[in-house]
């Protein structure tokens, strides 16, 4: 049995037709917002697939609310019916979820409406990300192994440094650190060696039997040096040519 009186359910029911005629009647006079007419009779043109989407945009625009505007009233007419269609199986009232009455104010305010306050669809925010971002957080997602203890391999971060070596849509202007003088330097652990632990092992050369040290001197053992790290007692080269 309705908690609904007759006189609360007679105007309900009038509020619903008043509403589902006044929708019918705003896509009717203006053509289903004149989606039935194809975009070009609004640009003039004979076709719109040479054009750029540029020289259409506000056409295009406006197309983009008019779909929305259309959805709305179709959903709002769906759940006019539903209500309808609910009074005449006397179910009208309930709560689709729950079951419980839904209150004589919260109907009069929504009469469409077939949820109580609680069980409200429109309170639970939809979940739109990606489902690509998953594996996105922590950044590389699961193919980072840099906090595990237990691994030290190839993983996908250095995937994505040798991919970036080759270079990127940024820019010095735009890097984070203000004190960028090479794109080389934008690079994830830019200053990492790479293929070498020990920094003098990247210009120290030896025999195939670990003899005749030779020190390579190029832009590593410059570097090297210049950032006071080793000495230059090292060089066997030095050292004779001071004797």
């Known amino acids: 049995m309705s908690h609904l009186t007759s006189q609360q359910l007679s105007g309900l029911h009038a509020e619903l037709l008043r509403q589902q005629q006044e929708i019918s009647h705003r896509l009717q006079n203006n053509e289903h917002y004149g989606l039935q007419d194809a975009m070009r009779d609004s640009t003039g043109e004979l076709s719109e697939i040479d054009n750029h989407p540029g020289d259409a945009a506000t056409e295009l625009y406006n197309r983009s609310i008019d779909i929305s505007l259309l959805e709305r009233d179709e ?13 005449e199986k006397g179910t009208y009232g ?4 729950c079951g419980e009455a839904i209150s004589f104010e919260r109907l009069s305010a929504v009469p469409a409406t077939r949820f109580c306050k609680e069980h409200n ?10 489902v690509e971002e998953e594996l996105l957080s922590p950044p590389f997602g699961r193919t980072s192994l840099d906090e595990r203890e237990d691994q030290n391999g190839f993983d996908g971060e250095d995937a994505w440094q040798i991919v970036e070596s080759w270079g990127s849509s940024n820019s010095p202007a735009m890097a984070e650190d203000s004190d960028i003088s090479s794109y080389n330097d934008m690079e994830i652990e830019a200053d990492e060696n790479e293929g070498f632990v020990e920094p003098w092992e990247n210009f120290i050369a030896t025999d195939i039997a670990g003899n ?3 020190v390579i001197k190029g832009s590593s053992y410059r570097h090297y040096m210049d950032s006071e790290e080793g000495s230059h ?8 040519e001071r004797e």
């Not at 959903?75 to 009074?87: G, V």
């Not at 309930?94 to 979820?97: L, M, R, T």
């Not at 669809?121 to 990606?130: E, I, W």
């Open 75 to 87: 959903h709002e007419l769906e759940n006019i019916d539903a209500a309808l269609s609910a009074m």
């Open 94 to 97: 309930s709560c689709a979820v």
């Open 121 to 130: 669809p429109r309170q639970n925010a939809h979940f739109t990300r990606p």
């Open 212 to 214: 005749h040290v030779t």
């Open 233 to 240: 007692l090292l060089d066997p080269l030095s050292k004779r």
